[in-house]
């Protein structure tokens, strides 16, 4: 027995003296294009050391305490960010299990028999006696495989890579998820908005309407005006039921998003009231470690340089070592004595001569896997970028389409006070104030919807810049192999 224990302990040093024998590349992150500066214009411009976005709750800076409620909701019990929360464990198991390759793994496998021998069994020289016998056993098993060449130790890096990998890609999912949320309630926000302006349109169009059959009842105005009136009335009224069963879809999406059935579910009615606020860029370069799609991918070229690793250790010996004792006797009264003692020890030392070339196709498939990687990752970075210079190049032509579009409403109510007064006076015709009522209703609803596109535009440009989350997030994600797991199933 302490022969046995001398040379498993001996097993255990000699892996640890050849711990720095690791084939395979060392990881390092291949350069990504990172432009020097964003091409927007003022007023955007690189954030001060101060200055950033809420770490987490990012939608807070955006300061209304309804979006916030319902961005906790959608923590607590959106199906889909539980589901990435449950393939981020997935992950941490899957690395646990890497790492039990660090140490020897034991059996212990009692048995009981009996058995009758006949008289005439070919172990005997001369014809016995039939022998009817009981064997029991109480065997144990050690086998121990050194990690000579690093096989384990990168099976190891690959499993922390991938765990890291997939804790950014949780994170990337609650990141997709929280802007869905608050892109679909501005949205909201503006058709409560475009529905009183489509209400109070309705109303004036309404009193329009009135004023024509008086007219009309008293032989001043046409047929033909009153017509028209209540023609542009419904059309009107019918743009009221398109709005509110748009914002009917959006409420219901924020009831999935919030983890509520859409049925049970209402949003109260308030119309936009926000504007765009300042977003901290910071350099380029910095957004490649704030966004977590982008450091999913730079986990996943980490993972895939490790397994290159895996594969080239399969070109080198592996070296087995194996243990075995415990005790053998037909009788069960005395099983446990020195004297039914039994052991054995040995050690067992492949090394790949010839396989058809299996190992040589599976490094270049590793290596090939490793570069498209790279390749994902350089894409991933490119779209990441794109998607910062849309959100700033949209809220600078929004920005300019929204201060022009306020000037056309104001331009649109002067029309329709001067069409409406030229029509009492008899000199023009009702269709200058269909038409100026028309153009009213038609730039108060750019305007509106305007304004909308500026804060869903925002809402995207923080998602871009990665909603206040940098790398340092995933970097605690690792598994590390304890000595407790030596005796552990």
Known sequence: MRR????????????????????????????APAPEAYKAPAPWREAAPKDALPKGAWWEVFNDAELNSYEQQLLAANQNLLAAKDRL??????????????????????????????????????????????????????????????????????SNANLQGSAADMYNVQLVLAAELAADYFSLRELDAETQVVQESVDIQQKGLQLVESRHAGGVASGLDLAQQQTLLDATVSQLYLVKQQRDQYEHAIA???????????????????????????????LLERRPDVATAERHMAYENAEVGVAKAAFYPQLTLSGAGGFQSTNIANLITAPNAIWSLGGDLLQPVFNGGRNRANLAYARQSYDES?????????????????????????????????????????ALEIANNRYVGGVTSYLDVIVAQSSLVTNQRLATQLAGQQM??????????????DATQIQHEQVHPHAIQAVQQ
């Not at 498993?8 to 350069?31: D, E, M, S």
């Not at 849309?390 to 032509?397: R, S, V, W």
Request: one cysteine or more; proline letters at 9%; hydrophobic letters at 40%.
């Open 374 to 414: 790279v390749a994902n990752y350089r894409e991933a970075v490119l779209e990441a970028f794109q998607q910062v210079e849309d959100g700033l190049a949209g809220l600078n032509e929004l920005a300019r389409a929204t201060s022009t579009q306020d000037a056309a409403v104001a331009d649109a109510r002067r």
């Open 256 to 286: 999935v998003l919030t983890g509520h059935p859409a049925s049970t579910f209402s949003v109260p009615v308030r119309p936009l009231n926000a504007t765009p606020i300042p977003v901290p860029l910071g350099v380029p370069s910095d």
């Open 456 to 469: 869903v535009t925002e809402v995207y440009l923080v998602k871009a810049l990665g909603g206040g989350w």
């Open 4 to 31: 046995l224990s001398f040379i498993v302990a001996t097993g255990i040093l000699a892996c640890g003296f050849l711990a720095g024998c690791t084939v395979g590349p060392n990881y390092k992150r291949p350069p």
């Open 89 to 158: 464990e997935e992950a941490r198991s899957l690395a646990r299990v890497t790492s039990a390759g660090f140490f020897p793994q034991g059996n212990v496998d009692p048995s009981a028999s009996r058995q009758r021998y006949a008289g005439n069994r070919p172990e005997v020289v001369t014809i016995g006696r039939p022998l009817t016998q009981s064997t029991y056993e109480v065997p144990f098993f050690v086998n121990y495989e050194p990690d000579l060449f690093g096989k384990v130790r990168r099976s190891m890096e690959a």
